[in-house]
């Protein structure tokens, strides 16, 4: 599977996007996402699954590709959601910003 600006593509690499590799159809199914700024993975960085219905959220860590594989428990509208801040490497002291978003949803069974 190749996401935005993946080799071959022919697209633009987009500043940062969630590029899903596997959506979830039911409940306990996986998700399957990977985080990448200008095409290339980025590792480490935190993203929040939150269920519509749910009052919190539970974290999760890219891995050393950007990917991320967690099964979904229950129905409803979910957003996955993360910010990445990192010092700007052309300007000292100065920081670079930005988020993604992921929307989707589960039909109950």
């Known amino acids: 599977f190749e996401g935005q600006g ?26 399957q996402v990977q985080w990448l700024r200008q095409g290339q993975p980025v590792a480490r960085l935190a993203l929040e699954l939150v269920n519509a219905g749910a009052g919190q959220g539970l974290w999760l860590r890219t891995d050393a590709d950007g990917r991320i594989d967690v099964p979904v428990p229950l129905a409803g509208a979910w957003l996955l959601r993360g910010t990445e801040v990192r010092a700007d490497p052309d300007q000292p002291g100065r920081w670079i910003s930005g988020s993604v978003t992921l929307s989707f949803s589960i039909d109950p069974p």
């Open 6 to 31: 993946g080799s071959g593509s022919g697209a633009l690499p987009l500043a940062m996007d969630l590029v899903p590799r596997q959506l979830p159809r039911r409940p306990g199914e996986r998700l």
